[in-house]
């Protein structure tokens, strides 16, 4: 069976680039305009003296310019910044987020400046079709943020053209509470224990058969006897419960940044606690997904 392929020739509506791209500005930096000017006196010098060396001149440079303008164009054309849809970060700290740029052609992109609030992340040439970035990042209110626009510049290839086109990356970045370590006097008012160390053990006791033997203190045992930790009761851990509702004397921000510390010490220390708030229960154990659930509660919650 033969099937005729037929080519489809571009429609104005696909040379018209479309709204949601990016605009791509370009324009002469002073060396550009001072090269414009000189083009422009050089054409006017040679057509009133008929100086036809002279005029042969200034279609060379303005080729030149020419080309100039279009390589530049072509140099920060097509390329694509991919962020993740959120990021969970911490107030009042350094984070970096990572991102991408992608290369949508196979042509390299050579001297290019991305912009962060006026500050130059650094200066990149993009060989390859994707590149991994970082890009630093510090808010110090808790809540929900969008990133700032991102500027690509770059001035290439002869030094007299500039070119830029900014992004808005779809981006959510969820900014919960600094977290701060309560004072001692604090901490008993949780009546949540200063320390948990779920790998120290509390003493020892003969071994029995079906006893794991990681559980084995090996230092205390005998070839003929042998003897097994006995740990902190995990059960006790577990069973704490953190209401927030109790705690109404103290400062809302404060409380919240002390909830922070208590949430991310429990989970550093793999240990569950419940969380209560206005009726509302939250269950932190070793899942990465309760713990940003807290985390994300807090961030968004008023008192």
């Given at each position: 069976?033969?099937?005729?392929?037929?080519?489809?020739?571009?429609?104005?509506?696909?040379?018209?680039?479309?709204?949601?791209?990016?605009?791509?500005?370009?324009?002469?930096?002073?060396?550009?305009?001072?090269?414009?000017?000189f083009?422009?006196?050089?054409?006017?010098?040679?057509?009133?003296?008929?100086?036809?060396?002279?005029?042969?001149?200034?279609?060379?440079?303005?080729?030149?310019?020419?080309?100039s303008?279009?390589?530049?164009?072509?140099n920060?054309?097509?390329?694509?910044?991919?962020?993740?849809?959120?990021?969970?970060?911490?107030?009042?700290?350094?984070?970096?987020?990572?991102?991408?740029?992608?290369?949508?052609?196979?042509?390299?992109?050579?001297?290019?400046?991305?912009?962060?609030?006026n500050?130059?992340?650094?200066?990149?040439?993009?060989?390859?079709?994707?590149?991994?970035?970082?890009?630093e990042?510090?808010?110090?209110?808790?809540?929900?943020?969008?990133?700032?626009?991102?500027?690509?510049?770059?001035?290439y290839?002869?030094?007299?053209?500039?070119?830029?086109?900014?992004?808005?990356?779809?981006?959510?970045i969820?900014?919960?509470?600094?977290?701060?370590?309560?004072?001692?006097?604090?901490l008993?008012?949780?009546?949540?224990?200063?320390?948990?160390?779920?790998?120290?053990?509390?003493?020892?006791?003969?071994?029995?058969?079906?006893?794991?033997?990681?559980?084995?203190?090996?230092?205390?045992?005998?070839?003929?006897?042998?003897?097994?930790?006995?740990?902190s009761?995990?059960?006790?851990?577990?069973?704490?419960?953190?209401?927030?509702?109790?705690?109404?004397?103290?400062?809302?921000?404060?409380?919240?940044?002390?909830?922070?510390?208590?949430?991310?010490?429990?989970?550093?220390?793999?240990?569950?606690?419940?969380?209560?708030?206005?009726?509302?229960?939250?269950?932190?154990?070793?899942?990465?997904?309760?713990?940003n659930?807290?985390?994300?509660?807090?961030?968004?919650?008023?008192n």
């Amino acid at each position: 069976m033969l099937v005729k392929a037929i080519q489809k020739f571009p429609s104005l509506k696909d040379l018209i680039p479309s709204l949601n791209q990016n605009k791509i500005y370009i324009y002469p930096n002073l060396n550009g305009i001072g090269l414009g000017l000189f083009i422009f006196f050089c054409f006017l010098i040679s057509v009133f003296y008929q100086i036809n060396s002279g005029l042969l001149v200034s279609i060379i440079i303005f080729f030149i310019f020419f080309i100039s303008i279009f390589v530049s164009h072509q140099n920060i054309n097509n390329l694509e910044i991919n962020f993740n849809k959120e990021y969970l970060l911490e107030a009042e700290q350094n984070e970096i987020l990572n991102f991408q740029i992608l290369n949508l052609t196979d042509e390299k992109k050579l001297n290019i400046d991305i912009v962060h609030n006026n500050k130059k992340i650094g200066n990149f040439n993009f060989k390859k079709k994707l590149t991994s970035l970082r890009l630093e990042y510090q808010n110090s209110i808790r809540g929900e943020f969008y990133l700032d626009k991102l500027i690509l510049k770059s001035i290439y290839p002869f030094g007299v053209i500039r070119t830029k086109t900014n992004f808005y990356p779809k981006t959510k970045i969820i900014v919960y509470p600094k977290k701060i370590k309560p004072t001692d006097s604090l901490l008993s008012e949780f009546a949540i224990s200063k320390n948990i160390k779920l790998d120290e053990f509390e003493g020892i006791d003969e071994y029995k058969y079906g006893d794991n033997y990681s559980k084995i203190a090996w230092k205390k045992s005998t070839i003929d006897k042998k003897y097994v930790k006995i740990f902190s009761d995990k059960k006790k851990i577990s069973n704490s419960i953190l209401d927030i509702d109790k705690f109404n004397h103290i400062n809302f921000e404060q409380l919240l940044s002390n909830v922070a510390y208590i949430v991310k010490l429990y989970y550093a220390n793999k240990a569950n606690l419940t969380i209560k708030h206005k009726n509302k229960f939250f269950e932190l154990d070793n899942n990465q997904q309760s713990l940003n659930q807290i985390l994300k509660y807090l961030a968004y919650v008023k008192n």
